[in-house]
């Protein structure tokens, strides 16, 4: 199956080339304690021409992409 048939094409997604796409916070570990980010943020996973997909988290409120994996 190829990516298309499973995706779409690009004019189907509209402008967004995200593969997924969802608002989710995010949580910090100190020590042995996990305390959460009371930011609002969006994660969203999508596919860069070279083929590798990027998981990234963004600050909605300032639009700034701080993780990228």
């Known amino acids: 199956m190829s990516s298309g048939a499973l995706f779409g094409n690009n004019a189907s997604r509209g402008a967004s080339k995200n593969l997924v ?24 996973v999508y596919q860069s021409d070279d083929s590798l997909m990027h ?8 639009g700034v992409v701080e993780d990228v994996r």
């Open 21 to 44: 796409e969802f608002k989710a916070g995010k949580m910090t570990v100190k020590g042995k304690m996990v305390y959460p980010d009371t930011r609002k943020g969006q994660l969203y």
């Open 55 to 62: 998981f990234c988290w963004k600050d909605r409120t300032t």
